[in-house]
């Protein structure tokens, strides 16, 4: 009964979402092409095999000229819509203003997120904060993880955690200073994926919703749409907040960055995206790897590409590249080596239809590995790779990172003109940027080139242009 009930459930999916699309005069080829993914992986949405990330589905909305709530009832079967929503005896309507405000929420996230990437972090800091606050009253209206009992029973009938008026503890009191309290408020520290619950419908929190469940006689978790794109856009916020907070503190002070980015992780894992949960945990991965912990920097690395493996060949090839780059800090040249192989078998193996095909590039193989060759003092193998990187990416914080290592790279090969060409334009990229990173390398390429030159004027030059940089504790 219960394979005849999903293989309804899937048609019922493929149906709906096909309809649009033929609504929309689209073939299954151009819909592909305006929803950003590959022909192969519209024919699984449609035949119900799959169903698109959180992430993905404001572009599929705009693909087909619907609005959020639209496109959740094209892939939500009849039967859990009949128990979905923002709880029992909620109106459709108040579902579809909750997540026409999360839509917006995420949209201005996105923004922010690409401005973090072209401009200086500190003036975004009030701005995202001010989202995620936005994003916890969203939470505390829908009673998402609410007073009580903030998630839902297990099996055995005992309570997750205990929820404060936004969610289950793990309050941020003290990462942010008094000026942006309001901002804040209390963290929802719920842990836990979503399917591995089944319990009774008081003390519902988290992303579910309840259905009864025929085989096992009890109410069982359906998923409510909102709250899952709530949980997403949380995760979205605390990536950006943490980054920001990271740069703010010049890479000192890992403590408040590591505490969004595992927050961010958790309400990921809750939401069933696992592409945002590994993106998460190696940006935790980053805090031990640049503040001062390469070991645990390179256990979380390996805990993510655990986590990656089932999902996406260019997600644990990213997580391999990061983990090469930890044992190189370590100066384990042989793990190092082993690992860059492992990412390149992967980095091969990408698919079409691959979730984050994006993330693991060449030119990403080529930075991160030149980056741990610098590490281990191979400098030839290393000025090889960081060049070809540096031409393929654009002015930007990247650049000014890999130009500063290039420089330290050729500084390192005996070729001093050529370590202070590259130290000049990363100098410029770095302040342009205020790129904690590239400000931190750039000042160590300026201290091994005036140290190397002896002095003179150009050793003076670059002496009094590093003094004109914001300081970064390096």
Not at 73 to 82: F, S, V
Not at 153 to 180: C, K, N, R, Y
């Amino acid at each position: 009964m219960a394979k005849t009930r999903q293989t309804q459930q899937a048609r019922l999916r493929r149906v709906g979402l096909a309809r649009a699309r033929e609504a929309a005069g689209m073939t299954q080829e151009a819909f592909a092409v305006r929803a950003g993914v590959e022909v192969s992986t519209v024919v699984r949405w449609e035949s119900g095999c799959t169903t698109p990330l959180p992430g993905k589905r404001p572009q599929i909305a705009r693909a087909l000229g619907v609005g959020l709530p639209e496109l959740e009832r094209l892939l939500t079967p009849e039967g859990a819509q009949n128990y979905g929503g923002a709880g029992f005896g909620s109106s459709r309507a108040t579902e579809e203003g909750r997540l026409a405000a999360i839509a917006g929420v995420r949209e201005e996230i996105a923004k922010l997120t690409a401005e973090y990437e072209a401009r200086p972090a500190i003036g975004l800091v009030v701005p995202v904060t001010g989202l995620l606050g936005r994003v916890e009253a969203l939470r505390s209206a829908g009673g998402a993880g609410g007073a009580g009992s903030g998630a839902a029973a297990t099996g055995s009938g005992a309570a997750v955690g205990v929820g404060a008026a936004a969610g289950v503890g793990d309050s941020t009191g003290g990462v942010f200073p008094a000026a942006m309290d309001g901002f804040i408020g209390t963290s929802p520290g719920f842990i836990g994926t979503p399917s591995g619950f089944i319990g009774t419908p008081s003390g519902a929190g988290g992303s579910a919703g309840f259905a009864f469940n025929p085989v096992v006689g009890t109410i069982a978790q359906a998923p409510i749409p909102w709250r899952r794109d709530l949980d997403v856009a949380e995760a979205e916020a605390c990536l950006l907040v943490g980054r920001l907070l990271w740069d703010a503190a010049g890479r000192r002070d890992t403590s408040a960055a590591e505490e969004f980015f595992d927050r961010a992780a958790r309400r990921a894992a809750q939401a069933g995206d696992s592409v945002m949960q590994v993106t998460a945990a190696l940006r935790a991965a980053f805090v031990g790897l640049y503040g001062g912990d390469p070991r645990a920097g390179v256990r979380r690395c390996v805990q993510a590409a655990v986590t990656a493996a089932p999902v996406s060949e260019a997600l644990f090839a990213l997580a391999r590249l990061h983990a090469a780059e930890g044992h190189a800090i370590l100066g384990n040249a042989a793990e190092c080596d082993r690992a860059l192989t492992t990412a390149r078998g992967a980095m091969a193996a990408i698919s079409a239809d691959d979730p984050a095909p994006g993330v693991c590039q060449p030119r990403t193989y080529q930075r991160l590995s030149g980056a741990a060759y610098l590490a281990l003092g191979r400098y030839t193998e290393a000025r090889a790779a960081l060049t070809l990187a540096a031409a393929r990416y654009e002015p930007g914080k990247r650049l000014a990172l890999v130009l500063g290592q290039l420089a330290l790279a050729c500084l390192g090969e005996g070729d001093p003109a050529a370590a202070q060409s590259h130290l000049w334009t990363a100098i410029d990229l770095a302040e342009m940027t205020q790129s904690s990173g590239a400000l931190a390398v750039a000042f160590r390429a300026g201290r091994e080139i005036v140290r190397a030159s002896g002095g003179g004027a150009e050793a003076l030059a670059i002496v009094d242009r590093l003094l004109t940089l914001p300081a970064t504790g390096c």
